[in-house]
């Protein structure tokens, strides 16, 4: 384990999310439900039909059905509107979690070939869609998009996408890993931002803090179809019942609390933008996430946040990645703990980093 | 419900299995572990690897990698295989799991033909590898065929194939669903009979009782490349504890009672087999399972078996399935619960069977 790493775990305060991916998490979401209560078998059965339900009510769509992975659920809804049009061609951003990673499974599986639309740097705009020179069967939008901060387009945007691929006869479907998380800045309910999409798919495992999994919503039909591609991807199991039953837990739990985390969001960048050679992207977030950048190369600002960990007792992240030789970044998403870390302390941690980044760029523009 | 399987759950004992599958089965598999034992992240961290490693091991392969599902386990196996060589071409019975339970995945995602071996009703023999007329990458052995009733070929007759197979550069699959119900008959290890296959599948909910998952294993270079398509399927989770951890627990506490269940399905079959219009498959059972016939349609059996649950509070099956208008069987997995039967009043049982089975044969013959 890296000096970070074990700093980080020392500090009595940690900042990002809803703390340790441990035993407790699953214990704790299982704790008051019945022993009695028996599993569903391979997709039927009253606990697993229940929350169904619940989550195509949620969406807004007439189906829903949960999967142990997006990446699974996502690739089958692809496929399906792909196999639909005839045409094996689906477009998506150049950063999209099915481009870079999942090791290629939408063309080793599935044959698909990917249109990447926009720059890395931006999100997908309305004349990027207009503007695409290939016939495809679906657009996937991420909201928001990971990978560059969690940025997301106007909401005005999304409707006229969404009018522009109806009119087109190009299915729409909505990477939602982060739906929920977004809900506070558009000011919709996810049933209104799902209208415009034909499937739909969210993750219980970010915002949500649950332990794995996804719903994929949408017709009856398309859900119906799916079920028998997440059999053939051999992810219809015997029992999910320890993800969807922690999931829907945890969502009751923390779907109410979107708009405190996007409040906190906003805040801790704001005090992240005021240290001397840090900025945020987006510099004012419109989700619980953000990436925080440095300009100073990862090895240093390892040292850097160390230190300001043992001094401060506060945990800004547990590690801090590569961008260039002269930059790096940590990606922030905000939970529960953010909550729990007093105001002062934090205050005098974000002084610690502001002095130290000071003093560091001071002697670098000496060498 | 239908009325069947309202009786078998009211008795007061149940004949196969190891009770219900409900909540209390993860729970007690959880209940002692520290609730701060940290979660793996995507296949990696100690916990998984400490279980790879036992099940490697216990195997007697180089390396072993957990997945949610055999389904999707084994379509990577014989996709892998059919690389290397470069023939899209796999072998297997005809009532393979892969060919007859996963919606056709192993063409549909992985475009892999398939070349069936031997009859429906018999296992694979040694002359029906021989005889294959088309070349094939891969065959793919289940041990026991579990959908008729669990039979298994000689010994003998593995090591013939295994060398066969050797010589011609074919790989050689064990669909290992069931591998540690069959070691007291073949009086073998686990490693002694993996030995004879390139990569072998285990079950953790079979005649372990576990949850769900499966363990692939294999060289190491076969399963450094299985975690890649893990990827692309969708299966490399976050977090798959509740699933391995669970895994780990019941085989540790059923690995050494295989052979219990074994002798069990062997008295338990024989008592079927003394009773009139009823027979085993296979008539000595060679593993804790199963199949047991009768000369009556389902819609009379289901009558009949409900009855003799109410009279002596003993459940034999849940379910009674249509071979045809005059015939019908279920299946027999042995498990725990067996053994809490106590021996009179399942020999009273088995007398009604034989009673009404008579009665209903005499009937029958009258009309």
């Known amino acids: 384990m890296n000096e970070l790493l074990v700093a980080f775990k020392q500090t009595k305060y940690k900042v990002p999310g809803h703390g340790p991916r441990n035993l407790h998490v699953l ?44 990446t699974m659920a996502q690739q089958i809804a692809l496929r399906i509107w792909c ?30 070939e990917t249109v990447l639309l926009a720059d890395k740097n931006r999100v997908i705009e309305f004349e990027d869609v207009v503007g695409m020179e290939e016939e495809v069967a679906c ?8 990978e560059i901060g969690g940025q997301l387009p ?28 977004i809900l506070p800045y558009y000011e919709k309910t996810a049933s209104e931002v799902c209208s415009l999409f034909d499937s739909v798919y969210i993750s219980f495992y970010k915002g949500i803090g649950g332990i794995a999994g996804a719903i994929l919503a949408g017709d009856t039909s398309f859900i119906e179809e799916s079920k028998v591609w997440k059999r053939r991807h051999g992810g219809d199991l015997i029992s999910l019942y320890p993800y969807f039953l922690s999931a829907d837990y945890y969502f009751d739990k923390r779907v109410g609390k979107m708009e405190q985390y996007y409040a906190e969001a906003k805040e801790l960048a704001h005090f992240y933008n005021q240290c001397d ?17 440095f300009d100073a190369p990862a090895k240093v ?46 205050i005098e941690a974000f002084k610690l980093l502001d002095k130290k980044m ?3 760029n001071e002697l670098h523009k000496r060498d």
């Open 139 to 146: 657009l996937l939008l991420e909201l928001p998009q990971r």
């Open 83 to 112: 196999d639909q049009k005839g045409i094996k061609r689906a477009a998506y951003h150049p950063l999209s979690h099915l481009e870079i990673h999942e090791e290629n499974g939408l063309k080793e599986l599935h044959q698909i």
């Open 27 to 70: 214990k704790k979401a299982l704790m008051d439900l019945e022993d009695q209560m028996e599993s569903e078998m391979y997709g039927k059965g009253k606990i697993i039909v229940e929350f169904h339900e619940k989550m195509a009510n949620f969406l807004g769509k007439e189906a829903a059905v949960f999967f142990p992975s997006g």
């Open 154 to 181: 106007d909401y005005s945007t999304l409707e006229a996408i969404s009018a522009y691929c109806k009119e087109k006869g190009i299915k729409l479907h909505l990477d939602g890993a982060r739906l929920l998380e």
């Open 358 to 360: 000071k003093s560091r």
């Open 301 to 346: 600002m390892e040292i850097i946040l160390a230190d300001i960990y043992k001094e401060s007792g506060i945990g800004l992240s547990a590690y801090v990645r590569e961008v260039s030789k002269t930059a790096s970044y940590f990606e922030i998403g905000i939970g529960d703990l953010y909550a729990e870390v007093p105001d002062d302390e934090l």
């Open 277 to 293: 050679g840090v900025s945020t992207i987006p510099q004012v977030p419109v989700s619980n996430m953000f990436h925080v950048h």
